[in-house]
């Protein structure tokens, strides 16, 4: 299994079929919007793609700050059932 960085709107698109299930108040219409208005501000999209489907996602950002240092914030994960 290969984690890749959503980059194409096919790619988010395909997450947004799996983060909906955690996140069922986000509408399709507006996800590519919001997804690279935040992008504007580190957002990203992970994900695991297995027989073309997105089957575990993470959206985070990296930050940094003097008490830590540089760090990610995961923001939303999700992860299909294989079954």
Partial sequence: MLIQ???S???VLECFSTL???RPHLEQEKFLAQ???QKQNGYQLAFIN???RAVAVVGFRVSECLAYGRF???E???ELSMN
């Fill in 5 to 7: 960085l959503a980059e």
């Fill in 9 to 11: 709107d096919a790619q």
């Fill in 20 to 22: 909906s299930q955690l």
């Fill in 35 to 37: 997804f690279y208005r």
């Fill in 50 to 52: 297995v027989d073309n």
């Fill in 72 to 74: 990610g914030v995961a």
């Fill in 76 to 78: 939303s994960k999700y």
